[in-house]
């Protein structure tokens, strides 16, 4: 401190007490408090009202931390950080809740008749956007005969049902309410039904914004979104022909980390890592050359493994979504997505589409889905479309789907797809060249078939770069140490046109072998006795009988890169994204294997019997 005056002292002083951090003290926080002002410093004793102040004032390796409270904001961030190190960090204060939402409470409602309310809005309420009279739109969605509008109405915090038409909503409520709505010039008047409630009593909010924290531009980099419970978004249709924007949106950008929110109640998608936005939005569907042709604009708006994806989505809980929980169109590429607890997507139904799973990417290139939970979807658990090349399916939890736990659509591999729970009605939708499928179990139907109108890019291994386009054919497939039992049914791939390759599967009950295994196991005699639950502590159980004779029948191999070839079209080897090699050496709790001869299915067990394993939350070793 020599030569520094008493004045200058006493700046310094000053300053370390009006901004957000004293010098020397870590990286600069802002704080926000439903009690502060956004014309505050943002320090802990003068925090900003707005999360939105507070994204304006932050710089990369700055940290935003909101207080306890209810906020009704978009956050739209104007910048992003410069590196993984110098990111900008949004988080809620440990062991404080706080909730972002799109939505705003209305009062005033008037009885109509019956079980239904009316309320008149002005339609300056609404700003620039109102939700009740834009409709959901865009290639490969399907209204089902009627009008959807983005918007909704929630009472306490649980949506109701946009009616088909006003005379719906003028009957009695059923155990389903509804709503209903029409905008004219000047204002907006919703009638709602609310069987036994005062609508002025109760928490009744309607929605006003379309997300809740997404950029209005592309390329903002470096985020972290941590701990919020977000939700009440008035999204529309995310295809991957669009710009895909959901409840959460990182935004045709690099390197988010979105972790440990409630993400839920969003009109169509929840998180989105998406596709830019250009002039020929939705303009694809009908065409035979779209989605190639969006590929090939994507390469002009930077599509690069140095420019776009490496996000990290882990440990979030998202439910009630009416399209997807994550959704993804080359903006998941090179990213991991694990730990999620996706559920109740797509159960309303009002609407459809060829997008609705818990998880929906295209080009989920070197991408990593693992020790996820998705379930009770009213579509698919999940769907990879395009390009999966790379990917690394691994240890998810997957039932109660509606329509398959796994769709794989259009790839041509290599990716991987190991130490899986399948346990919905049906298990794996298959229309893909170049897969693996090692220790998984399968409760349920497979189905293979062919598609042979498309063409499918292969990329350069670890890139984004197409190398060539190829249609799909049956075959060209590993199945190793897989347990399949129920109707699982192998015998599609008899007629396959490229080379397939198993060993080493189990087939209970039911199950079909193919005739390309020389040695399967099956014993249709044997139940496995299959018994999922759920504990009051919200934990899942797996109870099974193994029989452990399957260990000394025969030696099943230890799946490795070398064991697993070359997938056929794109030439290329079944290698980790560093280009190293892989093994298949732990199970689904992460427990290292027999590697001289690794038990089928993915729990590693020779001792088998009748057991009963605790399958989620799951802490690995």
Not at 209 to 220: H, L
Not at 499 to 519: C, I, T, W, Y
């Amino acid at each position: 401190m020599k030569g520094l005056t008493s004045y200058t002292l006493l700046f310094l002083v000053l300053l370390a007490g009006c901004t957000p951090n004293p010098l020397g003290s870590g990286p600069r926080t802002y704080h926000v408090a439903v009690t502060g002002d956004d014309a505050n410093s943002g320090s802990m004793a003068s925090p900003l009202r707005t999360i939105s102040a507070a994204a304006r004032l932050a710089r990369p390796g700055e940290v935003i931390t909101v207080h306890g409270g209810i906020y009704r904001e978009r956050v739209t961030p104007p910048r992003g950080g410069e590196s993984d190190s110098q990111r900008i960090t949004y988080q809620a204060a440990p062991g404080e809740k706080v909730i972002v939402t799109g939505s705003e409470p209305v009062k005033g409602w008037e009885n109509a008749g019956n079980d239904t309310w009316k309320v008149v809005i002005p339609n300056s309420f609404f700003g620039a956007y109102n939700p009740y009279g834009e409709l959901i739109h865009g290639d490969w969605f399907s209204p089902q005969g009627r009008q959807h509008h983005t918007g909704s109405v929630y009472l306490n915090g649980k949506w109701l049902i946009e009616a088909a038409g006003q005379d719906d909503v003028l009957k009695p409520a059923s155990d389903r309410p509804l709503w209903f709505a029409v905008v004219d010039v000047a204002n907006t008047t919703l009638w709602a039904q609310f069987r036994g409630v005062d609508p002025n009593e109760s928490l009744v909010e309607i929605n006003v914004r379309p997300t809740v924290f997404t950029p209005e531009k592309t390329g903002i980099n470096y985020l972290t979104v941590r701990g919020f419970t977000m939700c009440h978004a008035a999204t529309n249709w995310a295809p991957p022909t669009a710009g895909q924007f959901g409840l959460i949106s990182a935004y045709w950008c690099k390197g988010w980390i979105i972790e440990n929110n409630e993400i839920s109640y969003s009109k169509c998608s929840g998180i989105a890592l998406g596709k830019h936005g250009d002039e020929f939005d939705n303009t694809s569907a009908d065409s035979a050359e779209g989605y190639v042709e969006t590929i090939k604009r994507a390469y002009k708006n930077g599509w690069t493994r140095e420019n776009i994806g490496h996000h990290i989505v882990r440990n979030n809980h998202i439910h009630h979504c009416e399209q997807t929980g994550i959704v993804g169109s080359m903006g998941s590429a090179f990213s991991s997505i694990t730990g999620n607890d996706i559920h109740d997507i797509y159960v309303l139904k009002l609407f459809s589409g060829a997008e609705m799973a818990g998880i929906k990417f295209h080009a989920a290139v070197d991408t990593e889905i693992s020790g996820n939970h998705i379930h009770h979807n009213g579509g698919l658990g999940m769907w990879l479309d395009w390009m999966a090349q790379g990917t690394r399916v691994t240890r998810n939890f997957m039932h109660d789907n509606g329509w398959s736990d796994l769709f794989v659509e259009v790839n041509h591999g290599p990716f991987l797809v190991a130490n899986n729970l399948f346990l919905s009605a049906r298990s794996i939708d298959n229309n893909s060249n170049g897969g693996a499928y090692v220790h998984n179990l399968s409760a349920a139907g497979i189905n293979v078939f062919p598609e042979n109108n498309r063409d499918t890019p292969c990329l350069r291994p670890h890139d984004t770069a197409t190398l060539r386009l190829h249609k799909t054919e049956v075959g060209d497939d590993r199945w190793f140490n897989n347990l399949v039992t129920g109707s699982g049914d192998l015998t599609a791939y008899d007629g396959a046109k490229l080379p397939v390759m198993m060993d080493g599967n189990v087939f209970l009950q039911s199950a079909k072998p193919s005739k390309h295994e020389r040695q399967p196991l099956v014993q249709a005699d044997f139940d496995p006795v299959l018994k999922l639950s759920q504990r009051t502590d919200g934990s899942w159980q797996l109870a099974i009988s193994l029989d452990p004779a399957w260990a000394g029948t025969r030696t099943r191999p230890l799946v490795t890169t070398g064991l697993l070839g070359r997938a056929k079209l794109p030439d290329q080897a079944y290698e980790l994204p560093d280009g190293s090699s892989m093994r298949i050496d732990t199970d689904y709790f992460g427990r290292k294997r027999n590697a001289g001869n690794p038990f089928p299915g993915p729990f590693e067990n020779p001792d088998g019997g009748k057991r009963t394993f605790k399958v989620w939350p799951v802490a690995t070793r």
